[in-house]
């Protein structure tokens, strides 16, 4: 029984890990797109370097979660905190627009990335 007990806790560690790994390739995803324009087209070396460099983390931390979330799932909540993140960003820092539909829209964003989290099952 201790052998099964252990089992069971190591899939929900990886699983748990891979949520992990999906926020932080997520927070890699808003780096890598907030840097984008001050790469002027992948022109400038060094926003170029930083940009090149927090894309290639975010798939790889994106690889390692879809070791225990379903590719899917994994893909749409990783879209979307990077897509929430860089809108939060545009928003503060660079003053875009933060009108009441578009803030709305991106709440269902949010609601459809914790309904997925809430649906999800670990891979098998």
């Known amino acids: ?18 949520w992990f790994y999906l926020v932080l ?25 930083f940009c090149a460099v ?3 983390l975010s798939m790889y931390l994106l690889s390692l979660a879809t ?16 897509a929430i993140g860089t809108a939060i960003y545009g928003i503060v820092a660079l003053g875009e627009d933060k009108s009441f539909l578009r803030v709305v829209c991106f709440g ?9 989290k809430l649906v999800s099952h670990e891979r098998h």
Not at 39 to 49: I, R, Y
Not at 67 to 82: K, N, Q
Not at 108 to 116: T, Y
């Open 1 to 18: 029984m201790d052998k099964e007990k252990e089992q069971i806790f190591n899939r929900w560690k990886d699983y748990l890990m891979g």
């Open 25 to 49: 390739a997520g927070i890699c995803e808003i780096f890598y797109a907030a840097a984008m324009p001050r790469t002027d087209g992948f022109t400038k070396l060094w926003p170029s370097l």
């Open 67 to 82: 070791r225990s979330i379903p590719v899917g799932t994994a893909y749409a909540v990783w879209v979307g905190i990077g």
């Open 108 to 116: 269902l964003i949010l609601a459809g990335i914790v309904g997925l």
């Open 54 to 56: 927090f894309i290639g």
